[in-house]
């Protein structure tokens, strides 16, 4: 059995907090402010080969948090799908909310909570 210490504990709610947030995001972000978020996201991938929450909380940087508990879930309905497919969909799905941001605020007009005057 593998002992979990504090600090995974703790990167491990930040992590789904961020997540939650990020999956919510077209919701309530303007649009200009996901697109930062986003590649900051990528340029994260890119300098560290993965993600600094998931290298805190499983040790291991080319991981996914996201991937990890949604391959428990589905394999609770006995459906095995490889981590690293699962990882792949979850990396398009930021461009995916972007796009859903774009269109239901440029396109339908919608006002999320937090808007970026500036730009």
């Known amino acids: 059995m593998q002992i979990i210490t504090t ?5 491990g709610v930040l992590h789904g ?3 939650l947030f990020a999956y919510t995001s077209f ?7 996901i697109v930062i978020g986003v590649l900051l996201y990528y340029i994260q991938l890119k300098i560290f080969d993965g993600c600094i929450l998931t290298y805190a909380q499983f040790g291991k940087w080319n991981y996914s948090f996201t991937a990890h508990y ?6 609770k309905f006995n459906v095995d799908i490889e981590d690293k497919k699962i990882k792949r969909f979850i990396d398009i799905l ?8 774009i ?13 970026w005057k500036i730009w």
């Open 70 to 75: 949604a391959g428990k879930i589905l394999r």
């Open 103 to 115: 269109v239901l605020q440029v396109i339908l007009k919608y006002r999320p909570l937090v808007v």
């Open 94 to 101: 930021a461009p995916i909310f972007l796009v859903l941001a």
């Open 7 to 11: 600090k995974q504990k703790l990167a």
């Open 17 to 19: 907090i961020i997540v």
């Open 27 to 33: 919701l309530w972000l303007d649009w200009k402010l």
